[in-house]
């Protein structure tokens, strides 16, 4: 042990002086004190190694903090097996210790020789009598350690502990304000994402509000939660193009350039450079946009967080220039921004669709009822043009050739045929109307109807037709098809009174999942298109929502029927097709029909027409009509050929008659729609009575479907009205020759 000093020593008192007065004046540093504390021991003792050793309260003697060490790195000697013995003897002391090498016992001098180290000095710091701290000196030689240097230490040892203890209280202070302000700062920034949250949720339940202003406060309640100057929200619509739908004025100043095509791809594209992977739910921290992009808003670093609807990406939230770096925090506010924008554009879309769909069946429903009704006029009105066009014929043979009234007669027979065209406007609006689908080729259908075209719409309409080779095939009523081009050709023509270009177009295309959802009455899968352009006048939204309606028309009165688009439409949806418009006012009108293409088909090949021989014939025949004025048609025109006429205004009447008569009956000739049986029932009730002669059906609906009544076994024919008494005598007579054949 050190021999005690003199109490009154001069260069004890001092030394004593000298650190305390140093300690008070750095009381309220504890990094200052600690490091005087050891730098002062080693500068005066000539120490190699002097560390401070903080103990544990209430802890094991080797339960200890390293707080300064003089002049290697605290770790260096923290956890070395020697120093945790020099520390594990200093806890108990009370007083100044020294090992030196020279002493014979104990473990500290052995471990301190094995250290490289010959002596070794511990001062005790203790509070109320209980270990506080340690000072603890060593040196290579064995006895460098001057008594005064000694005494200075024990004799200020209670005024370093003090003053030490209270830097260390001060500091503990410091850093439990600091706890928390940082506690406080995490609540603001709590409170402030929730509200943030809460203004973005608030407008998930506005079905009001635009999507523009949804994208305002998702915009705003980013900027705020990651204390950014500024940014902009980004929305990829359905058909790929990207909106900027929320900037702040620098960034939309900054993102727009002269040109449209060079935009800032930060804000529309969302692709920084180098490319990124913003695959899953991941961010980008980094550069704004390369160096030729106009982002001139001097940031650092932007923050990007993608929007996603299922698995499809479809925007995403930018911020930049940030008032700090972003961290973690910043990164999973914005994604809970981005998230709840994605539910917004998802409630939003559906929306659309459920609006769009509602559309769609209030206008199918009109559409069906005018059809109904259409139909309904349409098939009377077939049966008088029948008896018209039909007693025209017999009061035409039976004029003279030079007779005056043969011109007459030639204008009623053909007022009649434009009658009968509008009544199959109507029935195919209605879908009533006689289809005959076949595999079509849609390039050889422009093709023939092109001169046609040409004389319709005149020298002053420039004509340029476009035929991909792919386009390909299609099942459908090749009448139909040209019915749906000639109206959309002539809905052209009247929108291009001072002449114009006119361009039809095919081409193959090909509906995705997607297409088909924003459109219901679309599958996915391949479709043949046809284009028709105009440069005329163009129509606004208002028109655009009514052009398919029926007898909706913009010409003036006797100009049009307005059935000519709304026959297309029906005849495009019958072929599950859909038929699409485009334009604008002074932009012109593109409509585009799509079918479903059948591919490797070959197609406009008809039936095989059986000849007909003779028409005249001995058989008899019986004509059941409920419309007296085609009953009569029917009964002199096969009369006139030599067939015995049986002739009944309803099914009931019909069956008396085939129980009555003497003659055998060899065809039966029958409307489809009559008041009780139908024409199929009648045919069904007589095959099971025995009488299973031929049947010719006749309607102005479409051909009657046998799915309902069992016509298997009988020689079945169909003549569509309205039909010239030439043709009704044709159909009897080809089914009866096709009998006796077989």
Same mark, same amino acid.
């Given at each position: 042990?050190? $021999?005690?000093?003199?109490?009154?020593?001069?260069?004890?008192?001092?030394?004593?002086?000298?650190?305390?007065?140093?300690?008070?004046?750095?009381?309220?540093?504890?990094?200052?004190?600690?490091?005087?504390?050891?730098?002062?021991?080693?500068?005066?003792?000539?120490?190699?190694?002097?560390?401070?050793?903080?103990?544990?309260?209430?802890?094991?003697?080797?339960?200890?903090?390293?707080?300064?060490?003089?002049?290697?790195?605290?770790?260096?000697?923290?956890?070395?097996?020697?120093?945790?013995?020099?520390?594990?003897?200093?806890?108990?002391?009370?007083?100044?210790?020294?090992?030196?090498?020279? +002493?014979?016992?104990?473990?500290?001098?052995?471990?301190?020789?094995? @250290?490289?180290?010959?002596?070794?000095?511990?001062?005790?710091?203790?509070?109320?009598?209980?270990?506080?701290?340690?000072?603890?000196?060593?040196?290579?030689?064995?006895?460098?350690?001057?008594?005064?240097?000694?005494?200075?230490?024990?004799?200020?040892?209670?005024?370093?502990?003090?003053?030490?203890?209270?830097?260390?209280?001060?500091?503990?202070?410091?850093?439990?304000?600091?706890?928390?302000?940082?506690?406080?700062?995490?609540?603001?920034?709590?409170?402030?994402?929730?509200?943030?949250?809460?203004?973005?949720?608030?407008? %998930?339940?506005?079905?009001?509000?635009?999507?523009?202003?949804?994208?305002?406060?998702?915009?705003?309640?980013?900027?705020?939660?990651?204390?950014?100057?500024?940014?902009?929200?980004?929305?990829?619509?359905?058909?790929?193009?990207?909106?900027?739908?929320?900037?702040?004025?620098?960034?939309?100043?900054?993102?727009?350039?002269?040109?449209?095509?060079?935009?800032?791809?930060?804000?529309?594209?969302?692709?920084?450079?180098?490319?990124?992977?913003?695959?899953?739910?991941?961010?980008?921290?980094?550069?704004?946009?390369?160096?030729?992009?106009?982002?001139?808003?001097?940031?650092?670093?932007?923050?990007?967080?993608?929007?996603?609807?299922?698995?499809?990406?479809?925007?995403?939230?930018?911020?930049?220039?940030?008032?700090?770096?972003?961290?973690?925090?910043?990164?999973?506010?914005?994604? #809970?921004?981005?998230?709840?924008?994605?539910?917004?554009?998802?409630?939003?879309?559906?929306?659309? $669709?459920?609006?769009?769909?509602?559309?769609?069946?209030?206008?199918?429903?009109?559409?069906?009822?005018?059809?109904? %009704?259409?139909?309904?006029?349409?098939?009377?009105?077939?049966?008088?043009?029948?008896?018209?066009?039909?007693?025209?014929?017999?009061? +035409?043979?039976?004029?003279?050739?030079?007779?005056?009234?043969?011109?007459?007669?030639?204008?009623?027979?053909?007022?009649?045929?434009?009658?009968?065209?509008?009544?199959?406007?109507?029935?195919?609006?209605?879908?009533?109307?006689?289809?005959?689908?076949?595999?079509?080729?849609?390039?050889?259908?422009?093709?023939?109807?092109?001169?046609?075209?040409?004389?319709?719409?005149?020298?002053?309409?420039?004509?340029?037709?476009?035929?991909?080779?792919?386009?390909?095939?299609?099942? @459908?009523?090749?009448?139909?098809?040209?019915?749906?081009?000639?109206?959309?050709?002539?809905?052209?023509?009247?929108?291009?009174?001072?002449?114009?270009?006119?361009?039809?177009?095919?081409?193959?295309?090909?509906?995705?999942?997607?297409?088909?959802?924003?459109?219901?009455?679309?599958?996915?899968?391949?479709?043949?298109?046809?284009?028709?352009?105009?440069?005329?006048?163009?129509?606004?939204?208002?028109?655009?929502?009514?052009?398919?309606?029926?007898?909706?028309?913009?010409?003036?009165?006797?100009?049009?029927?307005?059935?000519?688009?709304?026959?297309?439409?029906?005849?495009?949806? #019958?072929?599950?097709?859909?038929?699409?418009?485009?334009?604008?006012?002074?932009?012109?009108?593109?409509?585009?029909?799509?079918?479903?293409?059948?591919?490797?088909?070959?197609?406009?090949?008809?039936?095989?027409?059986?000849?007909?021989?003779?028409?005249?014939?001995?058989?008899?025949?019986?004509?059941?009509?409920?419309?007296?004025?085609?009953?009569?048609?029917?009964?002199?025109?096969?009369?006139?050929?030599?067939?015995?006429?049986?002739?009944?205004?309803?099914?009931?009447?019909?069956?008396?008659?085939?129980?009555?008569?003497? %003659?055998?009956?060899?065809?039966?000739?029958?409307?489809?729609?009559?008041?009780?049986?139908?024409?199929?029932?009648?045919? $069904?009730?007589?095959?099971?009575?025995?009488?299973?002669?031929?049947?010719?059906?006749?309607?102005?609906?479409?051909?009657?479907?046998? +799915?309902?009544?069992?016509?298997?076994?009988?020689?079945?024919?169909? %003549?569509?009205?309205?039909?010239?008494?030439?043709?009704?005598?044709?159909?009897?007579?080809?089914?009866?020759?096709?009998?006796?054949?077989?």
């Amino acid at each position: 042990m050190i $021999r005690p000093a003199s109490e009154h020593d001069p260069a004890t008192v001092a030394m004593a002086l000298d650190i305390v007065g140093s300690l008070i004046g750095r009381a309220d540093d504890p990094a200052s004190a600690t490091h005087y504390i050891t730098h002062y021991l080693r500068q005066w003792a000539g120490a190699r190694l002097v560390v401070l050793v903080l103990w544990r309260p209430d802890a094991e003697p080797d339960a200890y903090d390293v707080v300064r060490c003089e002049p290697i790195r605290r770790a260096a000697v923290a956890a070395e097996p020697w120093f945790r013995a020099v520390a594990a003897q200093g806890h108990g002391l009370t007083g100044a210790a020294l090992w030196t090498s020279e +002493d014979a016992t104990g473990r500290v001098p052995t471990l301190l020789a094995d @250290a490289g180290y010959a002596s070794c000095m511990c001062v005790p710091l203790r509070l109320a009598d209980k270990p506080f701290a340690s000072l603890i000196a060593l040196d290579v030689s064995p006895d460098p350690f001057l008594r005064a240097v000694m005494a200075a230490q024990q004799r200020v040892a209670p005024i370093v502990t003090v003053l030490l203890r209270q830097a260390l209280l001060i500091e503990a202070q410091a850093q439990t304000i600091e706890q928390r302000q940082v506690a406080e700062r995490a609540m603001r920034w709590e409170l402030q994402v929730n509200q943030a949250w809460a203004a973005v949720a608030r407008t %998930l339940g506005e079905p009001s509000l635009s999507m523009d202003e949804v994208a305002r406060v998702a915009l705003e309640s980013a900027l705020a939660v990651t204390r950014s100057r500024h940014g902009g929200v980004v929305e990829q619509a359905d058909d790929g193009t990207r909106h900027l739908r929320a900037a702040t004025p620098q960034m939309r100043a900054a993102c727009v350039c002269e040109s449209p095509s060079e935009q800032c791809r930060l804000c529309l594209d969302g692709v920084p450079s180098p490319p990124v992977d913003l695959g899953g739910e991941t961010v980008w921290v980094g550069r704004p946009a390369v160096a030729e992009t106009p982002l001139s808003l001097g940031a650092a670093e932007a923050l990007l967080a993608p929007v996603w609807l299922g698995a499809d990406r479809v925007g995403h939230v930018a911020v930049t220039d940030g008032e700090e770096p972003y961290t973690d925090r910043h990164i999973d506010a914005l994604v #809970q921004i981005a998230e709840l924008y994605g539910l917004a554009i998802q409630r939003h879309r559906g929306e659309v $669709r459920r609006e769009r769909l509602e559309e769609r069946l209030l206008q199918a429903g009109k559409m069906e009822a005018v059809g109904r %009704l259409a139909g309904g006029v349409a098939h009377d009105f077939n049966n008088l043009l029948t008896a018209i066009t039909g007693f025209a014929e017999f009061v +035409d043979e039976s004029l003279d050739e030079d007779s005056e009234l043969r011109a007459d007669m030639g204008e009623i027979l053909k007022a009649a045929e434009r009658a009968a065209s509008l009544t199959r406007q109507l029935l195919a609006f209605g879908r009533r109307q006689v289809t005959h689908q076949r595999v079509v080729d849609l390039n050889a259908v422009v093709t023939d109807i092109e001169p046609m075209v040409r004389r319709l719409i005149g020298e002053d309409v420039r004509l340029t037709v476009d035929l991909a080779p792919d386009a390909g095939h299609v099942w @459908a009523d090749r009448g139909q098809v040209d019915q749906v081009l000639m109206n959309l050709v002539a809905n052209a023509k009247s929108a291009m009174p001072e002449g114009g270009q006119l361009t039809v177009m095919t081409r193959p295309a090909v509906v995705d999942a997607a297409q088909a959802q924003a459109t219901p009455a679309l599958s996915p899968g391949a479709y043949a298109q046809v284009t028709v352009s105009d440069t005329g006048v163009g129509m606004d939204a208002a028109t655009q929502t009514r052009i398919f309606e029926p007898f909706f028309t913009t010409r003036g009165v006797g100009e049009g029927t307005g059935l000519g688009l709304a026959t297309a439409f029906s005849i495009v949806s #019958q072929h599950h097709g859909v038929i699409e418009c485009d334009s604008a006012p002074g932009r012109g009108t593109t409509f585009r029909v799509l079918l479903p293409r059948i591919d490797g088909a070959s197609g406009d090949e008809d039936a095989p027409v059986v000849p007909v021989g003779p028409l005249a014939g001995t058989e008899t025949v019986m004509v059941v009509e409920d419309e007296e004025g085609l009953r009569a048609l029917c009964w002199r025109a096969l009369r006139r050929h030599g067939y015995t006429v049986l002739t009944a205004d309803c099914a009931e009447t019909a069956l008396e008659l085939v129980a009555q008569s003497e %003659l055998p009956i060899d065809l039966l000739v029958t409307d489809v729609v009559m008041p009780g049986l139908s024409g199929p029932e009648l045919a $069904r009730t007589l095959a099971g009575r025995g009488h299973d002669f031929p049947v010719v059906f006749v309607s102005g609906y479409v051909r009657p479907s046998t +799915d309902a009544v069992d016509l298997a076994g009988l020689a079945t024919s169909f %003549l569509q009205k309205p039909f010239s008494p030439t043709a009704l005598v044709e159909a009897v007579r080809r089914l009866l020759d096709a009998g006796r054949a077989e």
